[in-house]
């Protein structure tokens, strides 16, 4: 059983720097299509990167393209998400989500499309 285990939350000033990590196991993550989805406190789930299983092909909503970058290390089956000029706006509870699939180059920046989670991490941007 594929299990998800985040680290990395915590409290930034606005234009500061976060990486988040997310360690796999039970299964390798070179084996899904994976990325990160965070939510707000009364806003909806936001995909916000994704990468397929092949790792040569990423995707990344309008709000963090060029800030965010999703990554993957295979030998030690985690994931990670640096993210750098961090707005007050990026506040919000971060998952690390995957999804089994055949294809090898294409991801999916839905959430909805995701069965496995992460426990999610705190991400905090204030002043």
């Known amino acids: 059983q594929l299990q998800l285990v985040e680290s990395g939350g915590g409290l930034v000033q606005p234009g500061g720097s976060l990486r988040l990590s997310c360690a796999a196991s039970?299964?390798?993550?070179?084996?899904?299509?994976i990325g990160w989805v965070r939510q707000a406190p009364g806003k909806e789930r936001e995909g916000i990167s994704c990468?397929?299983?092949?790792?040569?092909?990423?995707r990344y909503p309008d709000s963090v393209e060029g800030r965010f970058t999703i990554s993957r290390d295979g030998p030690k089956n985690t994931m990670y998400l640096q993210m750098s000029s961090l707005e007050t706006e990026d506040a919000a509870i971060y998952y690390c989500?995957?999804?089994?699939?055949?294809?090898?180059?294409?991801?999916?920046?839905?959430?909805?499309?995701?069965?496995?989670w992460g426990q999610g991490t705190q991400v905090t941007v204030s002043s």
């Open positions: 989500v995957v999804r089994p699939t055949l294809s090898l180059h294409t991801c999916n920046l839905d959430s909805r499309a995701y069965p496995y």
């Open positions: 039970g299964s390798t993550l070179d084996s899904y299509e």
């Open positions: 990468m397929s299983k092949s790792g040569n092909r990423t």
